[in-house]
């Protein structure tokens, strides 16, 4: 069963723009959630996270939104550029192992 | 300090044969961690590896199989290797146990044919 969804493969964005993905996840059992992002031909980077204590992470122009109730949560990007053109995966961190999302190719146009 | 290393980069094996994958972790990191990529299906964890132990087993076939080292290198092996084995084997890892910031190597590509 698949524990961390992300149920939109791909994404398209203007440069400039606004960027959201978003992630559900099933287990209310996990404590902690990171977005990473992977470049063809490279391991996945780590991006950003938070904890299931608060709702909401901000860092530059990334920010990452908890929705405990309903298990969701999302990455946003403001504002798009260029190189954030990657596969971004979620994660959620539960019995001593990270759990990823199927992952979103997100694709910023000039 | 250097990255996550993972050798051989790119290999090419033949269904039945049996493959071994290296990891070198961040020097001081005692975690390490291997995930299975294909695509459509994210990152799928096989098992993680804690100051020589393995603390932690995904759900795949006893033909996967890993250790680690005192000096916290790992390997993976899988044995008796069918077409649906070839993928991105990405390897991880972090300083504790908790798993926070995992830091990922470049991945070893198996073609199984």
């Known amino acids: 069963d698949q524990q961390v969804k992300q149920n939109s493969p791909s994404l398209s964005v203007q440069e400039g723009r606004i960027s959201i993905l978003n992630c559900d996840y099933t287990n209310s059992m996990f404590d902690y959630f990171l977005w990473y992002k992977k470049y063809p031909a490279e391991g996945p980077t780590f991006l950003i996270s938070i904890s299931s204590i608060k709702d909401k992470n901000e860092d530059g122009r990334f920010t990452v939104f908890l929705n405990k109730s309903a298990k969701h949560l999302s990455l946003h990007i403001v504002p798009s550029q260029p190189g954030d053109s990657a596969v971004y995966f979620c994660?959620?961190?539960?019995?001593?192992?990270?759990?990823f999302g199927q992952g979103t190719r997100l694709t910023i146009n000039p | 300090k250097a990255g996550v290393t993972q050798t051989p980069r790119y290999l090419i094996k033949t269904r039945g044969q049996q493959v071994t994958l290296s990891c070198s972790p961040i020097s001081g990191h005692r975690s390490v961690s291997w995930y299975q990529q294909t695509p459509g299906q994210g990152l799928q964890f096989l098992f993680e590896y804690f100051s020589e132990t393995q603390r932690n087993k995904g759900n795949f076939p006893g033909r996967f199989s890993g250790r680690q080292f005192s000096n916290s290198r790992s390997e993976m092996n899988v044995s008796t290797l069918e077409l649906g084995d070839s993928a991105l084997y990405l390897c991880a890892s972090s300083l504790g146990q908790d798993l926070y910031e995992q830091y990922f190597g470049p991945g070893t590509r198996l073609t199984v044919t």
């Open positions: 994660a959620a961190r539960g019995a001593q192992k990270l759990v």
